[in-house]
C-alpha cells in the first residue's frame, strides 16, 4: 500500500472512511479515474462482480482529468490509495516496459493492461457483428472481416512495434511513424503485406513480452489508445455504410411501389455503432482482459 505523509488534502482517504465507520457512517468506497468515459468503463466492470464502487473522474476533486494528474497526486504525497480509496488508469506502455511498478503494484490500482480503454471498444474480434447489428444486415457477411484486417495489420507491424518498444516508446520515432502511417493506410478491403517487419530482439525481452500476452496477432491490443480508435471508428463506420449501401440495393430491386419510403424507414433503423462499441458488455477475451478481471475479483475477495 501507499501511504502519504501528510492528511490528504483531497478531503477523502481510506482512513477518514474507516474513522467514520466507527460511528457507524460508511462513506463507501472510491476510484479515481482518468476521465468521464472511464467513469462508465469502471464502474461497469466493477458491476459485473457486484461491486458496488463510485468512480469519479479526477478532475472532480483537482485541476484537471488525465492519469498524469492521478500519478502526480499519489507521488507527491496528496492521496492515500486503500481498501476505500483505489484508482483506475490506463496501462499505456507501462505494462509493457514496467514503469510505475510500485504504483502499479499496489492492490488498490486497477490498470487496463491495454494500452487504453479504447483497445477495448475497437477490439476488432466482434467488431465486425457490431456493425452488422448497426446496419441490420446480417447474410452473407464474413463475421471475422474487421478482425482479419486487424491481425494482418499486427503482423506487418510486429517488428517495427519491437523496436519502437526497445527505445522505450518515445513520442517520436521512425518506428512510431512507421506504425501510424501503415494504420492510416488500412482500409475496409484485405490488404496483402508483401514484407513481414523484422526484428532482432532478445530471445529473453521477447519471452518477457509474450508473458505479458503481446503477439504478432495482437498488437491492436497495446498500441496507442486513441489512434486505433479513430482508425476503427472509421473502418466500422465505412463497413456499416458498406452493409447499407448493399440493402438499399435490394430494396431498390424489389416489387415494392415505394422504394422510397421503405429505403427511408430502413435508414431510421439503423444504429450507431460508435454507441454499440463504447457500450459493449462484454470484451473478448484475451490475456489483458483476463488480468484485470483478476485484479478485480481479488480486490473483491481480499479487501470486501
Known sequence: MIISEQVPDFGFSTELNEAHEIFGEDLGVIAYVEGYEDVRFWTKEFNKLNLEITAQEISAIDTANGKDTILSAIKKGRISLGRKLLICIDSDYDYLLDNNTDIYSSPFCFQTYTYAIENYYYNPI???????????????INKNHLELLLIEWSKYIYGFFLHYLSENAPKSSSQLQKIQLSLNELGINPKSYQNITSHNLPDEKLEILS?????????????????????MKALAEAFVNQLSNQKKATIE?????DTSTLIKEYFNHRKEVETLATTRH???????YNRLQADIQEYKTNYI
Open 126 to 140: 466482434g467488431l465486425t457483428e457490431l456493425c452488422c447489428e448497426a446496419a441490420g444486415v446480417y447474410q452473407g
Open 253 to 257: 430491386s424489389s416489387q415494392a411501389n
Open 211 to 231: 508473458n505479458k500476452g503481446l503477439s504478432s496477432d495482437n498488437v491492436f491490443l497495446y498500441f496507442r489508445g486513441h489512434d486505433l480508435e479513430s482508425k
Open 282 to 288: 462484454e470484451y473478448p477475451i484475451n490475456h489483458c
